[in-house]
């Protein structure tokens, strides 16, 4: 089992930690956590607590198997055939990380917008078709989440990566997610725009619906 021998010495040494500490999960979120804690049923868990803006501390779960680092401690173990080695995770995690802070994919989400409030609108409203209207943002939205930053993108921001294969990757796994989620609320935001605008039009009666045979 990953972990179980760091879990071990953990619930040995450790019970709860009060530090300002910076935690490093595998997908490339981190967080600086006032205070750590770990759990003494079977050490596969912890509990963070996050400063929020007015102050206050926010609780928040972890499974061990989510965290690259715990300040500057490794947690990460590779235990299973295939699996990333320590050094080769540490620049996937990278990647991730940068993408987090540097990849918008704002134009991920205008596309979506567009593509749900004109559906709507359009085929929905204008042409009378409201499953069409909305199987086409669908169709659209899962056909994005195939989109990522290509390697070309990455290595123009970061020239210092560009032998670094698993660097791009962790990069291309965090912006597909952007992109993705980003389509999804913008296409969804557009849909509702969409349908809102055409109830209104319809109610004062200047949208004329084509009268198909």
Known sequence: MKHIIFSIVLLLT????????KLSLL????????????????????????EKKNGKLKSKFI???EIWSVGDSIIYIPTQEGE???????????GKQIAKSEFKA????????VVGAGSVLYI???????????AVPIVYATGISFTRPTKRGIIKRHPEYRD????????QTCGRRKIMINTIIGT???????????????????????VRP
């Not at 981190?30 to 770990?38: G, M, P």
């Not at 670094?164 to 990069?171: D, I, K, T």
């Not at 969804?188 to 084509?210: D, H, Q, R």
């Open 124 to 134: 929905g409203a204008y042409e009378n078709r409201p499953m069409i209207s909305m």
């Open 63 to 65: 499974d061990l198997n």
């Open 106 to 113: 704002w134009w991920a989400c205008a596309a979506g917008f």
């Open 188 to 210: 969804l935001g557009g849909m509702a725009v969409g349908a809102v605008t055409s109830l209104a039009l319809k109610n004062t009666g200047n949208i004329t619906y084509i």
């Open 27 to 50: 997908d490339g979120t981190q967080y600086n956590a006032k205070e750590y804690t770990f759990f003494n049923d079977n050490g596969s868990s912890m509990q963070i607590k996050i």
């Open 14 to 21: 450790c019970t709860i930690v009060f530090a300002q500490t």
């Open 84 to 94: 990333f080695s320590i050094e080769d995770m540490r620049n996937n995690v990278l």
């Open 164 to 171: 670094n294969e698993y660097f791009v990757y962790g990069y």
